[in-house]
């Protein structure tokens, strides 16, 4: 039953499923924390594999950028292939100064300044929210870790150069914590099928100190990100 974005079949894709942005960062998890993997997914190079983690099946797939793509592969997980929980894990700048680099996101809300919500007809604007079972879980994991995190609103931007320079300052203002670009889309998808969903964030740039990692430290502080998405699912 493969769709024109994913050529797995039912039974293929597992309940729950990480979703990095990158199809590579999807690569790099199924080799480095799954065992038994197989790949179910390469049209568009959009890549996908079902594994365990210590024991129990997870599954990882790319989602692309921004809101429309991931709107796509997480709609077609959930309703096509019975997925039932999809953990976004990415990437994000710090809106506020506080917040450095390398510190853990895990967001309860996303904003956005995207009109994906227009298409449930609805007379007004919808919260898009995490599932607060998954949030908690994610929490407990972190904090028992030891683990810098946040929790809190973040912003899903329809645009990665926004030519209002100074345009991020209101969204800090208002006490959001950072900017990526896709959590909006999925946390609303997952609302409107009842399923759930998380995003949980490493930063990786501010806005204030203009400070950036680079591509290795983005590499290796992934991991602990990795690791809570994973582990708060066993619990």
């Not at 197989?38 to 950028?65: A, C, H, T, W």
Request: overall charge negative; hydrophobic content about 35%.
């Amino acid at each position: 039953m493969s769709t024109a974005h994913n050529r797995a079949n039912k039974g293929d894709i597992n309940k729950t499923v990480l979703m990095p942005g990158d199809p590579l960062r999807a690569k790099f998890i199924a080799e480095n924390f799954f065992t038994d993997v197989k790949q179910f997914n390469d049209i568009r190079n959009m890549l996908g594999y079902s594994g365990n983690y210590k024991g129990e099946p997870f599954s990882v797939m790319g989602s692309g950028m921004g809101i429309p793509s991931i709107g796509i592969y997480s709609h077609e997980l959930y309703s096509l292939y019975d997925v039932e929980k999809i953990i976004r894990v990415g990437s994000c700048g710090s809106y506020q100064e506080d917040i450095e680099l390398f510190d853990i996101i895990i967001a309860q809300g996303s904003s956005s300044d995207s009109n994906f919500h227009s298409q449930f007809n609805l007379n007004g604007q919808i919260a898009a929210l995490a599932d607060f079972n998954s949030l908690e879980k994610a929490v407990a994991v972190a904090r028992k870790a030891g683990k810098k995190i946040h929790v809190g609103n973040v912003f899903s931007s329809d645009v990665f150069y926004n030519y209002g320079k100074d345009e991020w300052k209101k969204w800090s203002d208002m006490g959001i914590l950072a900017v990526e670009m896709e959590s909006y889309g999925l946390y609303l998808t997952a609302q409107s099928l009842g399923k759930s969903a998380l995003t949980i964030l490493t930063v990786s740039d501010s806005f204030h100190t203009k400070k950036e990692t680079t591509p290795e430290e983005r590499e290796r502080s992934f991991t602990d990100m990795i690791e809570i998405a994973l582990e708060s699912c066993l619990i």
